[in-house]
C-alpha cells in the first residue's frame, strides 16, 4: 500500500513538472534571430516550424511570458535544424478553440520559416 502511493506521489509530480516546464534557450538557439524582411537569396529556406509553450500549471505570467516561452522552443527547434534566421513569425489561431481556450490559453504557438543565412 506504501508502495503505491509513493509510486502515485512521484509519477503526479513529474506530470505536474512535464506540464509546468518552460522553454530556456538553448547555446545554439541564442544564435537564432527573427526577422520581418524577406531573407535574401544567398539564405535556403530549410522549412517551416511550430514553438509551443504549454500554459497548463507552467506558471507563465501573462501572455507575453508564454509567447516568451513559444519563441525560445521554436528558435531552439530552429538551430536543431541548423536555421539561424526565422522570417514571417506569426501566433497561428486554432480553428478548434474551445469555449474554455478562449478565456484561459492552454498553450501558445509561434510559427514562422526557418532560413540558413551566411
Known amino acids: 500500500m506504501r508502495t503505491k502511493f509513493l509510486m502515485m506521489l512521484c509519477a503526479g509530480s513529474l506530470l505536474v513538472e512535464g506540464c509546468g516546464s518552460t522553454h530556456e534557450l538553448t547555446a545554439a538557439g541564442q ?25 497548463w500549471l507552467s506558471g507563465q505570467n501573462g501572455e507575453n511570458s508564454a509567447m516568451r516561452g513559444a519563441a525560445n ?3 531552439n527547434r530552429a538551430a ?15 480553428k478548434k478553440e474551445t469555449y474554455l481556450a478562449s478565456f484561459v490559453p492552454l498553450d501558445s504557438k509561434i510559427q514562422g520559416q526557418v532560413y540558413t543565412c551566411p
Not at 544564435?31 to 544567398?42: H, I, L, Y
Open 80 to 94: 536543431a535544424m541548423g536555421g539561424n534566421v526565422i522570417y514571417g513569425a506569426t501566433s497561428p489561431v486554432s
Open 73 to 75: 522552443d521554436l528558435k
Open 31 to 55: 544564435s537564432v534571430r527573427f526577422t520581418d524582411e524577406q531573407p535574401g537569396s544567398d539564405c535556403r529556406l530549410l522549412g517551416e516550424l511550430t514553438g509551443t509553450q504549454s500554459n
